[in-house]
């Protein structure tokens, strides 16, 4: 796992806001829209990188649909301070 949360936190062009998305979700759960307002990115931006996150079984949606909230997997809080490393740097 640890690979993973490197390569899509810290190895490519999108990972510093895979990284405001994930410490945001950290916080508490939120879906796409939330984000989008409170981390001030375009709402298609932030579901591409809850795509990637959720691909990588970093993120884990509570349904498929629109309204879908959005939180780490057990896998990543496995992880967490490898996490909080990578979050660290890319900030």
Known sequence: ME???W??????????NRA???RALDERPRNANQLAEELDLAYKTVRHH???LE????VESTEQNY???YLPTERA???WE????IIDQVE
């Open 7 to 16: 390569q899509v936190l810290a190895g490519t062009r999108g990972g510093p």
């Open 67 to 69: 309204g879908a909230v």
């Open 82 to 85: 490898t996490v909080e490393k």
């Open 77 to 79: 809080r496995n992880h």
């Open 55 to 58: 691909k990588n079984d970093v």
């Open 50 to 52: 809850l795509d990637v």
């Open 3 to 5: 690979p993973v949360l």
């Open 20 to 22: 405001r998305l994930l």
